[in-house]
């Protein structure tokens, strides 16, 4: 029973979240409370706020017109096409981020000298950077070395995801107490002993959140970086070209805003799972 | 009878387990300058049980860690077992055990025991052999697959001496390792650690704060006083090898802790304090 509760706790939260939204449907103003202009409430009728059940029957309905194939169909293509990009940008990110944990805890000066400009980058705004990253993609491709679009958007999700990684595998590193660093030295181990045996492993707490956390910014970046280059194909630009159809078909813009939050739920469960593999490494020593 | 002398074969007591002389220890620089150490002379011949015993800051474990090699001594040399202490280091000349466990939490007890084997090749069959006839000897036998989070203190820190012990070393380090146990447990490891040091031979270079610790495990308490840190006294305490628990409660072993206690305060101890 105790082990079911979280998941009874899941379902509630998820009826919560769609018994919401039919209230306010069904009680919200019409057109909504505006307050000098400004949009205060939203709009309740049914081009801006479908049905629940609308938009999942929506969902088995063809994409465009009849003959295409269903919308559930074209959102999981989309679904798999921009999850692909986000895994790859997230390995990127992990290769980036790791080694540039490693440097900086190799060396004081490093650490000074690399974890501003760190923090920094993530200061420049996506949709500026993206087209730089896509711009310098296709100079490369034309170059002769061949650098397809989606390897651009990879690269920008890659720029999301490295941040975490950094910040939260240097902290790991440099978690092991003096007590433990000192024992390893009476061992005679040498750097890359001490830090197999001893800073990756307690590093494991910290790279956890750190992952969860760079798996959510590199779904993110891969979606914003799709629309900023005009990558076709994934769900990024399923938003913009759906969004477009809204008045007609007010549930279709719907459709691909569920892919994201299936594509969250991989990038978190995967995070889960491999946390449940590790559990050992995430053990607190009980104080005596 | 001399313990030194059953337990240790001629051509190697010929050689002691650590040779201090002329040690000074300075920390910090110009005005900071602390002297932790000044003018220490000590020897502890192989097989020996000496305690290090003074009021805090008299360098004791600054004494012990330089021996160690974690800390360099400024003036002065120090050898073990004819060695550069960094040498046997590296050569894993001696076992160490701190005041706190410092076990890996995410390692069993076998695992943790084993790690300093693990550092140095050993194979995997062998290690695992090794660290279990250890945990068995702290009596730990039953929990090898505990980790260190489901032991208490006292379990953590005797899977710390186990450690300690994984390579034979013919030396053992151990700064104040029962200084966070509760009085009967802190007894009990006591009586075990004295059984072990019997059995397996090693030195001992043991730092505490307590006077009837030392006196009931050691063959020379070295007491000190601190500002500068400078051995003061060597008491030896000639009780043998085996130590029984009894031996807590006899007139003797009183006459020792007084001993060591006048030693410490420097002067006599008014009896009526006692009672």
Redesign the interface.
């Known amino acids: 029973m105790r082990r079911a509760w979280p998941w009874i706790w899941g379902v509630v939260g998820v009826g919560a979240v769609i018994g919401i939204w039919e209230l306010y449907k069904a009680f919200g103003p019409a057109d909504g409370v505006t307050v000098g202009g400004m949009l205060i409430l939203p709009r309740a009728h049914d081009r801006s706020m479908p049905h629940v059940w609308d938009m999942l029957a929506r969902l088995a309905a063809p994409t465009l017109g009849e003959g295409t194939p269903p919308l559930w169909l074209t959102v999981l293509q989309g679904l798999v096409v921009t999850l692909g990009i986000a895994a790859l940008g997230l390995a990127i990110g992990l290769v980036v981020g790791v080694l540039l944990a490693l440097l900086m805890e190799r060396a004081r000066v490093l650490e000074w000298g690399i974890l501003p400009w760190v923090v920094v980058s993530q200061t420049v705004p996506l949709i500026a950077f993206a087209p730089v990253i896509s711009t310098i993609g296709k100079q490369i491709d034309r170059g002769g070395f061949p650098f397809p679009e989606w390897l651009s958007v990879a690269v920008v999700a890659s720029y999301l995801a490295f941040f975490p990684i950094a910040v939260g595998v240097l902290r790991g590193l440099q978690a092991p107490d003096r007590i433990h660093l000192e024992l390893m030295r009476t061992y005679a181990a040498g750097y890359g002993a001490t830090l197999r045996k001893l800073r990756v492993p307690a590093a494991i707490p910290y790279f956890l959140p750190a992952l969860k956390l760079a798996a959510a910014n590199a779904v993110i970046g891969a979606i914003v970086a799709e629309v900023s280059i005009g990558m076709p194909g994934g769900l990024g630009r399923m938003f913009i070209q759906f969004a477009s159809s809204a008045s007609a078909d007010p549930a279709l813009p719907w459709a691909p805003m569920f892919g994201a939050v299936v594509l969250g739920f991989v990038a978190a469960g995967s995070v889960a799972l491999l946390g449940f593999v590790l559990k050992n490494y995430r053990r607190g020593e009980a104080v005596a | 009878m001399n313990r030194f002398a059953t337990r240790n074969p001629p051509e190697r007591a010929s050689v002691p387990a650590v040779r201090i002389a002329g040690l000074d220890k300075v920390f910090g620089k110009r005005r900071q300058e602390v002297r932790a150490l000044a003018g220490v002379d000590l020897e502890v011949a192989a097989g020996e049980f000496v305690s290090l015993i003074g009021p805090s800051g008299c360098g004791k474990s600054t004494l012990m860690r330089i021996i160690?090699?974690?800390e360099q001594p400024s003036t002065g040399t120090v050898e073990v077992f004819g060695k550069t202490a960094r040498q046997a280091?590296?050569d894993?000349d001696?076992g160490?055990a701190?005041q706190?466990?410092?076990?890996?939490?995410?390692r069993s007890v076998v695992q943790n025991i084993a790690?300093?084997l693990?550092?140095?090749g050993v194979a995997y069959h062998e290690r695992q052999r090794r660290a279990e006839e250890l945990a068995g000897l702290v009596g730990l036998g039953d929990f090898t697959d505990h980790?260190?989070?489901?032991?208490?203190?006292?379990m953590?820190?005797r899977v710390a001496i186990a450690r300690a012990l994984a390579e034979h070393p013919r030396l053992l380090l151990m700064d104040e390792p029962f200084g966070?146990?509760d009085e009967m447990t802190r007894e009990r490891m006591q009586t075990e650690l004295a059984r072990i040091a019997a059995e397996t031979g090693a030195a001992v270079v043991f730092v505490t704060h307590s006077i009837p610790e030392a006196v009931y495990l050691s063959d020379r308490v070295v007491v000190m006083s601190p500002r500068p840190g400078r051995i003061t006294e060597v008491l030896d305490v000639p009780f043998g090898d085996d130590r029984p628990d009894l031996l807590r409660e006899s007139p003797e072993f009183f006459e020792r802790v007084t001993a060591v206690r006048e030693a410490l305060h420097g002067n006599p101890v008014v009896r009526a304090e006692e009672v």
Not at chain 2, 100 to 106: E, K, N, S
Not at chain 2, 147 to 154: A, E, K, R, V
């Open positions: 160690a090699d974690l280091r590296l894993q001696y160490i701190f706190q466990a410092g076990l890996l939490p995410w790690l300093p693990e550092l140095h980790h260190p989070d489901q032991l208490s203190g006292g953590q820190q966070a146990l």
